[in-house]
């Protein structure tokens, strides 16, 4: 039951992202998991009337809990065209059938209906015009690529 108080949340386009990724590094089997390092080498971003790129340097820092699930922390810079700069703090889980959460930890391509990818993104810019994005929530959701990491962005409106 909705409140007739309270209006739902929207969900209005925010992006497209494709985060290339290069190969983990992996710490190994800790206490809490499974842990490892992605770097991000680069990639896209395209909104409505907006592009981006995704700048090299940051990381995707992704503890694999069990056989089914991961916690994923991206850290990113994505720079549009008219030169303004977005950091990203993607928060993710990726839950998927043992097997598939195997197959993605080897690298190897999945069918991405068999994988629940959701993210909620904070972003942070200095830009007078995109500050509106320090002031917003942000949910997603994804598909793993052996190369790269496909998103899209919704603003919580």
């Not at 983990?24 to 409505?48: F, K, N, Q, W, Y």
């Not at 991961?70 to 990113?76: I, R």
Request: proline share 9%; hydrophobic share 45%; glycine share 8%.
């Amino acid at each position: 039951m909705t409140s007739p108080l309270v209006p739902p949340p929207n969900l209005p386009f925010f992006a497209d992202l494709r985060v290339q990724v290069g190969a983990p590094i992996e710490v190994g089997r800790t206490p809490r998991g499974l842990r490892r390092m992605i770097p991000i080498i680069g990639g896209d971003a395209r909104g409505e009337g907006w592009s981006a790129r995704v700048l090299p340097g940051g990381a995707d820092y992704q503890l694999v809990v069990s056989d089914t699930l991961a916690e994923l922390q991206a850290h990113y810079v994505l720079e549009t065209d008219a030169g303004d700069r977005i950091y990203v703090h993607n928060h993710a889980i990726r839950q998927a059938p043992a097997e598939v959460t195997a197959k993605l930890v080897r690298g190897e391509p999945v069918d991405p209906a068999q994988v629940y990818f959701r993210c909620w993104p904070t972003l942070e810019t200095s830009s007078a015009a995109l500050a509106w994005v320090n002031e917003r929530l942000f949910v997603g959701s994804g598909v793993r690529r052996p190369q790269q990491v496909e998103m899209t962005f919704f603003v919580l409106a």
